[in-house]
């Protein structure tokens, strides 16, 4: 019998009813079970990683990529991720986290050097993306019951935020396609895979009025192909050991393979000429399918410092590489 519930003894004069005896008993575990669970302590958030934005100055010379010096554009100790140029390569998007609290959107310029906050809300917001037309940014935001779902922010401040999507959660990352159809992320539910969706927007938002699966088990990276129109890359986490980088050509409705990912990486980005970099640890590989077989050696960025290097994001002129990585020389 449970010690604990051996130590409840009765006057020897009160004869208890059989079932009043097992309510006792039901009631005492309860307590027991009630107890415990008090007294464990509620676990932390799982911590975002410390890691830095750093942008290269990029050029091709002879058919060679040559990368400059990477430079740390945020210098902050906690989570810095997610670059995104604006169009006209001047300035950059971010997220960023800062004393600890929720994560808001930061604005780089190259010009000066200064770094703007852009959002200040109780909610997180991530992957910043000008949208088309050029007059609103969209964010993945956390809202207060930890939905998320996509949001817009006027470019222009001042302006209040605007849901885009109400009926497609929860997205995890989004690639704007057009003015009124996107390409998700959408993380699964009770352990299920997430799902690569294709979205097409009401004209008076926010409500999908077409919703298609294309795929299940995908990476985070949606990226546009270069002067490939409506077509766009991710990556299919076919099993643990054999990721794929696939081209989505919406127009002609299929899904071609290109390559097989650097083992463990799944972060990409596409120069202006078609070729696909992609990082393992502190190097850079290149491949472009017009004549590569493989991933080629593009650059080694040990000597400067880098380590762990994964998201990358490219300047719609190709001439500055954002890349989120650790350095071996701290902040």
């Keep these: 019998m449970n010690d604990k519930l051996a130590a409840i003894t009765f006057h020897s ?31 932390a958030p799982t911590p975002l990683p410390d890691n830095d934005i750093f942008v290269v100055k990029l050029q091709t010379r ?50 000066g050097g200064a770094t703007t906050q852009i959002t200040t809300t109780p909610e997180s917001e991530y992957s910043p993306t000008v949208m088309p037309g050029g007059k609103f940014f969209s964010v993945v935001r956390v809202e207060a019951d930890k939905t998320q779902r996509l949001w817009q922010f006027p470019l222009t401040p001042g302006g209040p935020p605007a849901l885009v999507l ?3 959660k929860p997205v995890g990352y989004h690639l704007w396609l057009d003015a009124h159809t996107l390409a998700l992320f959408v993380l699964g539910a009770d352990g299920q895979p997430s799902t690569l969706q294709l979205v ?8 999908a009025v077409e919703v298609s699966t294309l795929h299940v088990n995908i990476g985070r990276s949606l990226q546009r192909v270069p002067r490939k129109g409506q077509v766009f890359s991710f ?11 696939k081209l989505v050509d919406v127009g002609g409705h299929h899904t071609d393979t290109l390559i097989k990912t650097l083992p463990g990486s799944e ?11 992609m990082a393992q640890g502190a190097k850079l590989f290149r491949f472009n399918p017009a004549h590569d077989t493989d991933w080629q050696a593009a650059h080694d960025f040990t000597a400067a410092g880098l380590t762990h290097i994964t998201r990358l994001a490219l300047s719609p002129k190709g001439d500055r590489l954002a890349l989120i990585a650790q350095s071996t020389s701290g902040h």
């Excluded at 009813?17 to 008090?38: D, K, M, N, Q, T």
């Excluded at 097409?200 to 409500?207: C, L, Y």
């Design 267 to 277: 972060d990409l980005a596409w120069l202006p000429d078609g070729t696909l970099i």
């Design 13 to 43: 004069s009160f004869i208890l009813h059989p079932s009043a005896f097992a309510l006792c008993l039901c009631c005492a575990g309860l307590a027991l079970v009630i107890s415990a669970r008090a007294q464990q302590p509620i676990p």
């Design 166 to 168: 109400e009926n497609v």
């Design 200 to 207: 097409t927007i009401a004209k008076e938002r926010p409500t």
């Design 235 to 245: 990556v299919h986490k076919v099993s643990a050991d054999n990721w794929l980088v």
């Design 62 to 111: 002879a058919g060679q990529l040559e990368f400059g010096q990477p430079v740390n554009i945020t210098q902050h100790a906690g989570y810095d991720n997610q670059p995104s140029f604006l169009p006209d390569g001047q300035s950059l998007f971010y997220t960023s986290q800062r004393d600890d609290k929720q994560t808001d959107i930061y604005r780089y310029d190259f010009r």
